[in-house]
């Protein structure tokens, strides 16, 4: 299906790779490692400027599902209904009219877990469930090559196994599955082989069986040490002056009929780090936005955050002021064209974009960030240029700068390889120590229940 011989492109390069039918092949690479060419190559997008041997399949029997095309489509969805979609349940694109109405009862969906969920917006759907929509969108197209970029990120841990096993079963009807991977935890265990990208070099590494495929993989994912000093903070708890920093009396949020959640009982108290979990479609991330005041139901409910009452003359930008938020849909949101380091200014002022002058003490702490998420050679780059990895650690940057009373995390290291997903949590264990940050993380993987949350809620 896929044979590639001394391929040379100044983006990357590959000396020889074979895909034959009925091989199941994993794509490991960091964060910036050049996976994104490695995309751009299997759809026909990345010519070499000097190749040997190159066959690929047809560009319309390959589909390429990754955090990019979602906000691609994203995007589009937005244009193509009324400016004022505050009420997305109400938007008329469904996710249903993603796929063709003849397959609106087949059982794949159901093995998907989408058969409730073809009825609502799109726009209502998480990162998850959107993800697994164009999957099966792909594969009532008729494709050869499912080309899958962390599909298991955002998903619940029965929702990665259904995946898994849904893609399992498409390999045995012809439908050829790569995936690309950050992490090896997220490797099925049904994957025979592994390659690997670094610096837009592609190596192939052997089987996943064999232990000195085992031993490289270590080699190749040992953290370098990390002497980088901790960036300053701004502000400390001691000047907080309330007894709780969030409290929820029976919470509930529908829309268009639907229940997200009802009578929820939420308080954090300052240095209560609490743990969120459930299945995807529980109502974490509307639980986050309730909190943030992104949800505008969040005036219909009772709830007090950082000492005011919703819908009693607060300003959104006053709480927010206190708050650093990671989210999927403030990375969507992020859309305008600047650079590394103005992202990370921004988070000083809660803005898109940054539209008055840093000072001093500003610039010096968003540079310490940089070099502490070491994407310092990248600050005068365009955010949009960057991985979405990368971009998801500057967003995480980003939040941290102020010191925040509230730390809101949303799966904050979704799209993150594996050593930055831990030099992440290591941020967060650092920030306990630090008694300045509380923190809500949302998250579905086993090994980010860290033990500094002292409250667990489960949706």
């Known amino acids: 299906m896929i044979s590639i011989v001394n391929f040379e492109h100044d983006k990357l390069v590959i000396k020889q790779w074979q895909l034959l039918e009925k091989e199941n092949w994993c794509v490991l690479g960091r964060n910036g490692s050049g996976k994104q060419y490695f995309n751009q190559l299997l759809i026909g997008e990345l010519l070499p400027t000097k190749v040997e041997q190159l066959t690929l399949p047809a560009k319309d029997k390959v589909a390429m599902i990754s955090f990019e095309a979602q906000q ?3 995007e589009e969805t937005l244009e193509k209904i009324a400016p004022d ?17 003849d397959k609106w009862h087949d059982p794949l969906i159901g093995e998907f877990g989408l058969s409730q969920r073809l009825d609502t917006s799109y726009l209502q759907l998480s990162t998850g469930e959107s993800r697994k929509l164009l999957i099966l969108q792909a594969i009532f197209k008729g494709i050869d090559l499912l080309v899958c970029d962390n599909p298991f990120d955002s998903l619940d841990i029965a929702s990665c196994q259904a995946l898994s096993d849904a893609l399992a079963g498409l390999s045995q009807t012809g439908i050829t599955v790569l995936l690309l991977l950050n992490n090896r935890q997220d490797i099925p265990t049904w994957f025979d082989n592994v390659a690997f990208i670094e610096r837009g070099q592609f190596s192939v590494i052997g089987k996943l069986t064999d232990a000195d495929t085992k031993n490289q993989l270590d080699v190749l ?11 300053d903070t701004v502000q400390q708890l001691a000047d907080y002056q309330h007894t709780l920093l969030v409290e929820l009396i029976q919470g509930t949020v529908r829309y268009g009929g639907v229940s997200v959640f009802e009578n929820l009982d939420v308080s954090i108290k300052p240095l209560q ?7 995807n479609g529980s109502g974490k991330s509307t639980l986050m936005q309730l909190i943030t005041g992104d949800c505008p139901q969040c005036y219909s409910n009772n709830i ?4 005011y009452k919703r819908g009693s003359g607060e300003s959104i930008w006053e709480l927010k002021a206190q708050m650093g938020i990671v989210s999927a849909e403030l990375h ?15 988070g000083f002022y809660d803005s898109i974009g940054l539209y008055q002058k840093p000072s001093e003490k500003q610039l010096a702490i968003a540079e310490q960030w940089l070099e502490k998420i070491g994407l310092s050679a990248h600050k ?13 650690l500057a967003l995480v940057a980003r939040a941290l700068v102020k010191s925040p009373y ?19 949590l290591n941020f967060l264990e650092h920030l306990a120590t630090q008694k300045h940050s509380t923190m809500l993380l949302v998250s579905h993987r086993q090994d980010e229940l860290l033990s500094i949350f002292e409250q667990h809620i489960k949706l």
């Open 85 to 101: 979609y505050a009420d997305i349940n109400g938007a008329m694109i469904k996710a249903k009219n993603f796929l063709p109405e």
């Open 380 to 392: 005068q780059q365009l955010f949009q240029q960057l991985s979405y990895g990368e971009q998801r």
């Open 273 to 279: 780090h609490t743990l969120i979990t459930g299945a």
């Open 221 to 231: 994912l040992t953290p370098a040490p990390d002497d980088a000093p901790w960036p």
């Open 304 to 307: 007090h955050v950082l000492g």
């Open 332 to 346: 969507r949101q992020y859309r305008v064209s600047v650079d590394l380091l103005t992202v990370i200014l921004s």
């Open 406 to 424: 509230l730390l809101i995390l949303d799966e904050p290291t979704q799209g993150l390889d594996e050593l930055n997903r831990h030099r992440v």
């Open 72 to 74: 691609d489509i994203y």
